[in-house]
């Protein structure tokens, strides 16, 4: 059993920037992809990043690029969201996930086998 605890969530203006920590503990696998999904009210739950276990590989959803950065610690069970150019369409819970498949696996599949609590993220106008 993986547990995922997020931390980092609250309330922004928009333009500014929030970074997300998420720590797993438990049975972690050996090598596990780590990521960040997100579900704002009434829509459905959209895979935000993910990163491979080596942090060598990364993919982002199209509406974050260029303003998201997901990053590992070296201990590789933790990982990081930094959350820049906030917008309100930003707001949502936020939720850390981790998966023993490999990051295509995982971003094809849009989900992962063990998630976390989830954290708020406000974006204010």
């Known amino acids: 059993q993986v547990q995922l605890v997020e931390s980092g969530g609250g309330l922004v203006q928009a333009g500014g920037s929030l970074r997300l920590s998420c720590a797993a503990s438990?049975?972690?696998?050996?090598?596990?992809?780590m990521g960040w999904f997100r579900q704002a009210p009434g829509k459905e739950r959209e895979i935000v990043a993910a990163?491979?276990?080596?942090?060598?590989?990364?993919y982002y959803a199209d509406s974050v690029k260029g303003r998201f950065t997901i990053s590992r610690g070296s201990a590789k069970n933790t990982v990081y969201l930094q959350m820049n150019s906030l917008n309100p369409e930003d707001t949502a819970v936020y939720y850390c996930a981790a998966d023993g498949n490999n990051i295509r696996v995982v971003v094809a599949a849009r989900s992962m086998g063990s998630w976390g609590q989830g954290t708020q993220v406000t974006v204010s106008s």
């Open positions: 990163i491979s276990w080596s942090g060598g590989n990364t």
């Open positions: 438990g049975r972690t696998f050996s090598s596990s992809t």
